[in-house]
């Protein structure tokens, strides 16, 4: 195939004519037009045929009359077996008529035998056109490609995304924004993101889609009635869309469901209420330590039995409540536990009040213990 920028001087040429003076004639304007010319003559159905299957020539060209077989059946040939090169009628019998309606079946040109002057420029034309539409075809073929990879890519995202443009429409979801509303990409694409989210969720959406089309990445949570009737909470960012101008032409939207996350924090909220409430609420001292034996918690009973308040003895050691000696003895039981070994069950005297204090460790995760893990409770009796 030619390069459209440059004239094509090597040309294979599948002629099918039973008048070989009239290929010769044929051979020789094209040497004359600037092509090395390698020419393949046939005369019949089944040459034609075989030449095709063989290989793809470059241009076809084909009389419109010949014993037993004709150009709208060769043209019909060329089609289903090399529908991308072009085909050209020269003839000296063919009609305007008959030319049209082999125009109408697909070939690319016609030329009488009369008028080969021109064969030449049809041929070029013929070339030019068909390497752009190959070029064409090839740009699509990529294109396609890409939109392929970006669609696996965007479907298998731990991510609902969404491509809206200023009249909020949608024009790209994946899978997974799909999914959240528990309909199909084809129900979503096209339609207008009021009668997707819902009245009461598009109330509270649209402000912040405002502001996306003012040209600000916007942040927020959402509530939406999950596909099961129950609700769910989802985190929404969303990216303003700029042309070349800069102009807002639209906006990208990223949701994630963090409805398990919410669940979590509010047990975890509910859970810090409770022990705060029973920790703050009792004549014990109660308090966390790290592995350097740092008070990281520390009560009001705790606070009551040494005279001192939290922010006086949080991010300090015992050093800071306790005699030398007595400060050494609890540290000591602190590395014990940290360890892996016993508690210890230390007795005293503070501020004219015995105590006794259990030491016990704390574990996070797996129950690993590691360097730095915190220890408790630590409980104080008068």
């Not at 090839?138 to 396609?144: C, G, I, K, N, Q």
């Not at 042309?243 to 509910?270: H, N, P, W, Y």
Request: glycine share 8%; aromatic share 6%.
């Amino acid at each position: 195939m030619p390069s459209v920028t440059e004239v094509q001087r090597s040309l294979r040429v599948l002629c099918l004519e039973d008048e070989p003076r009239d290929a010769e004639m044929i051979r020789e304007l094209l040497v004359d037009g600037g092509y090395v010319v390698s020419m393949e003559l046939v005369a019949s159905e089944a040459d034609f045929v075989a030449a095709l299957q063989a290989r793809a020539p470059d241009i076809i060209l084909s009389d419109y009359s010949l014993p037993g077989f004709d150009g709208p059946a060769a043209l019909r040939c060329a089609r289903r077996l090399r529908p991308m090169v072009p085909f050209i009628c020269v003839s000296g019998t063919i009609g305007e008529d008959a030319a049209v309606e082999l125009l109408k079946q697909g070939a690319t040109d016609y030329v009488l035998k009369d008028r080969t002057t021109r064969l030449v420029a049809a041929i070029r034309r013929a070339l030019v056109a068909a390497q752009a539409a190959q070029e064409r075809r090839e740009l699509e073929s990529a294109m396609r490609a890409r939109e392929e990879q970006l669609r696996f890519v965007t479907d298998h995202a731990p991510v609902g995304i969404a491509h809206c443009d200023r009249e909020r429409r949608y024009k790209f979801v994946n899978q997974p924004y799909a999914a959240i509303f528990g309909r199909r990409v084809d129900e979503i694409v096209g339609r207008p993101v009021w009668e997707v989210l819902g009245e009461a969720a598009y109330a509270d959406a649209r402000p912040h889609m405002e502001e996306a089309l003012a040209g600000r990445v916007v942040e927020y949570v959402l509530n939406l009635s999950a596909p099961n009737g129950g609700e769910q909470t989802v985190n929404v960012q969303y990216v303003p869309e700029r042309d070349a101008d800069g102009a807002v032409v639209g906006f990208l939207s990223a949701i994630t469901d963090i409805t398990e996350r919410q669940r979590g924090a509010e047990a975890l909220r509910r859970s810090q209420d409770l022990f705060r409430a029973v920790t703050e609420n009792t004549s014990d001292a109660i308090y966390v330590k790290d592995a350097r034996s740092r008070y990281l918690m520390f009560n009001s009973g705790a606070a009551r039995i040494v005279g001192k308040s939290s922010a006086e003895v949080l991010g300090r050691d015992d050093t800071a409540l306790f005699p030398p000696d007595e400060a050494r003895e609890v540290m000591a039981g602190d590395r014990r536990v940290m360890a892996g070994g016993p508690g210890a069950d230390l007795r005293g005297k503070r501020h004219r009040r015995g105590w006794r204090a259990s030491h016990l460790p704390f574990h996070q995760g797996s129950g690993v213990r590691r360097a730095g893990q915190r220890h408790w409770p630590v409980r104080h009796r008068p």
